[in-house]
């Protein structure tokens, strides 16, 4: 019985290589391909895989979003991230929303493949660099706040930001100001940056 595979990537290129390489592997089925987080999502409820393989960064929904709509969703699928940012931030966030994988990169495929069957098994596969660093640095914002944040480092109005989250624009600016005044920030676009070093957008 394969272990059956929703990969989540937006960039093509790397998407294809992962699958490949998955594919070599004879327990496993990539079963789904998707370029953003909200069709990932939408594939996973649809093929139900054992496993999601995503990406930290991208468009629609992030793939910590993306984990943490499986985990409210209560569905039976192990969430590994693959990613490039290996800040403490990030793997905090990610454990909070019920992710067992996260592993950069830079990991070689033997890794991955022994990673991806751990987590299948009912263990947690996380790089051991980060594993430690993990608890380190609390995340000051709240989900609203990083939501609101990220659309305003993109160079969002408050206007555009209210309508595509359905708040008023006087909210959008008090989390905004929320936000620059929690992370030190003289502006939106420090506090986006500060917020995304630290591994918390």
Do not use: C, H
């Not at 989900?143 to 959008?172: F, N, Y």
């Amino acid at each position: 019985m394969k272990l059956r595979i929703v990969l989540a990537e937006d960039q093509a290129l790397v998407r294809g290589a992962l699958a490949a390489l998955l594919q070599l592997q004879e327990d496993f089925e990539v079963v789904g391909e998707a370029g953003d987080g909200r069709a990932a999502l939408a594939l996973v409820e649809r093929l139900q895989p054992q496993i999601l393989l995503t990406d930290v960064e991208m468009p629609e929904m992030t793939g910590l979003e993306l984990a943490q709509a499986v985990q409210q969703r209560k569905w039976p699928i192990r969430v590994v991230i693959l990613t490039t940012f290996g800040r403490a931030g990030y793997l905090r966030r990610a454990l909070e929303a019920g992710v067992v994988g996260y592993l950069l990169k830079d990991a070689s495929s033997e890794q991955l493949a022994s990673a991806i069957r751990r987590v299948a098994a009912g263990a947690r596969a996380i790089a051991p660099e980060l594993a430690i660093a993990g608890w380190e640095g609390a995340d000051p914002l709240t989900d609203r706040e990083r939501q609101v944040l990220r659309l305003a480092g993109e160079g969002k109005s408050a206007a555009d930001i209210a309508r595509r989250l359905a708040l008023s624009e006087g909210t959008v600016r008090n989390y905004i100001s929320e936000a620059i005044s929690k992370l030190g920030a003289s502006n939106r676009i420090e506090a986006a940056r500060i917020a995304r070093d630290n591994g918390w957008l």
